[in-house]
């Protein structure tokens, strides 16, 4: 049988533990609803948004008018992934996955362009950063301080960066590998396309080309409306990243704290047999030297 001594002291390390995940749950819960609501608010104009870029770059195709922003028919062939993870760990398999699908596109989509050096990385989340460098791969920036106070303006600066990157013609092919929320407990595996803006649905189907009226000319157009939507496009992946984050740690923590309740249970049960059995004992000890002592 378990000594007491060490049952009661692992009963009371699970009792803290399970303050500790109960705490984290509840903090958690309440980021993720803070975070579903901005996410929830800002799909419907991101999804309008790519379906106006999406025709108007289907309908500049047939134009004298070029699009800087679209394919290139030929390049340099240089990729750069973007990688979004969280800073912070204890939230079940949210960033392995992620790590987990940029070394499976590095080894098999873009396993050419990795062996010449032609692939480079841009990290945003400490997790993503620490695996890539472990692999020593070519990290470009980490902007993990993105999440210090995530806001529009902020995720700006870097999505500006990336279309300047493809402009200047220093990358080709600029993709987006994040964690999309669904739900609290549901979060879907995201690789998108982020430059060259794509000329179909977000859904995949194919674009209708509206007969536009351009107020107050294409270029002007093409100059303001696809920078405003990318920028749109990488702020909401960010959300995504981080309401998803909230929930896949909200349901680990649930998780934990529920493991706990069992082991905490379990103990107690144990140690009472313990305790029962010491008590059975000493009641024989007392009994045995009393007959000793009559006899």
């Given at each position: 049988?378990?000594?007491?001594?060490?049952?009661?002291?692992?009963?009371?390390?699970?009792?803290?533990t399970?303050?500790?995940?109960?705490?984290?749950?509840?903090?958690?819960?309440?980021?993720?609803?803070?975070?579903?609501?901005?996410?929830?608010?800002?799909?419907?104009?991101?999804?309008?948004?790519?379906?106006?870029?999406?025709?108007?770059?289907?309908?500049?195709?047939?134009t004298?008018?070029?699009?800087?922003?679209?394919?290139?028919?030929?390049?340099?062939?240089?990729?750069?992934?973007?990688?979004v993870?969280s800073?912070?760990?204890?939230c079940?398999?949210?960033?392995?996955n992620?790590i987990?699908?940029?070394k499976?596109?590095?080894?098999e989509?873009?396993?050419?362009?990795?062996?010449?050096?032609?692939?480079?990385l841009?990290t945003?989340g400490?997790?993503?950063h620490?695996?890539?460098?472990?692999?020593?791969?070519?990290?470009?920036?980490?902007?993990?301080?993105l999440?210090?106070g995530?806001?529009?303006?902020?995720?700006?600066?870097?999505a500006?960066?990336l279309?300047?990157?493809?402009?200047?013609?220093?990358?080709?092919t600029?993709?987006?590998?994040?964690?999309k929320?669904?739900n609290?407990?549901?979060?879907k595996?995201?690789?998108?396309?982020?430059?060259?803006?794509?000329?179909?649905?977000?859904?995949?189907?194919?674009?209708?080309?509206?007969?536009?009226?351009?107020?107050?000319?294409?270029?002007?157009i093409?100059s303001?409306?696809?920078p405003?939507?990318?920028?749109?496009?990488?702020?909401?992946?960010l959300?995504?990243?981080?309401?998803?984050?909230?929930?896949?740690?909200?349901?680990?923590?649930?998780?934990?704290?529920d493991?706990a309740?069992?082991?905490?249970?379990d103990?107690?049960?144990q140690?009472?047999?313990?305790?029962?059995a010491?008590?059975t004992?000493?009641l024989?000890?007392?009994?045995?030297?009393?007959?000793?002592?009559?006899?």
């Open positions: 049988m378990a000594n007491l001594k060490a049952i009661r002291v692992r009963l009371s390390s699970v009792k803290s399970r303050q500790i995940t109960s705490a984290m749950k509840m903090v958690a819960a309440a980021k993720l609803r803070k975070a579903q609501d901005a996410i929830v608010q800002l799909r419907p104009y991101a999804d309008k948004l790519n379906e106006i870029q999406a025709g108007l770059s289907a309908a500049l195709r047939d004298e008018i070029e699009n800087i922003y679209a394919g290139r028919k030929t390049g340099n062939g240089k990729v750069l992934l973007v990688i993870t800073n912070k760990g204890l079940g398999a949210f960033n392995a992620v987990r699908e940029a499976r596109l590095m080894s989509k873009y396993g050419d362009q990795s062996r010449r050096g032609d692939l480079a841009i945003v400490k997790k993503a620490d695996a890539m460098k472990k692999l020593k791969c070519n990290i470009l920036a980490d902007r993990s301080d999440y210090t995530l806001s529009f303006d902020r995720v700006a600066v870097l500006d960066r279309m300047q990157l493809y402009i200047s013609k220093e990358y080709d600029i993709e987006i590998i994040y964690n929320f669904k609290a407990a549901v979060q595996l995201t690789e998108e396309v982020y430059l060259p803006v794509r000329m179909s649905s977000p859904e995949g189907g194919k674009t209708t080309t509206a007969d536009y009226i351009y107020e107050p000319d294409q270029i002007s093409v303001e409306l696809i405003k939507t990318l920028r749109t496009q990488l702020y909401r992946a959300l995504d990243s981080f309401a998803a984050e909230q929930g896949a740690r909200m349901t680990a923590m649930h998780q934990a704290t493991n309740t069992d082991l905490i249970r103990l107690t049960l140690y009472n047999k313990a305790r029962q010491s008590i004992n000493q024989l000890e007392v009994v045995s030297g009393a007959e000793a002592l009559n006899g």
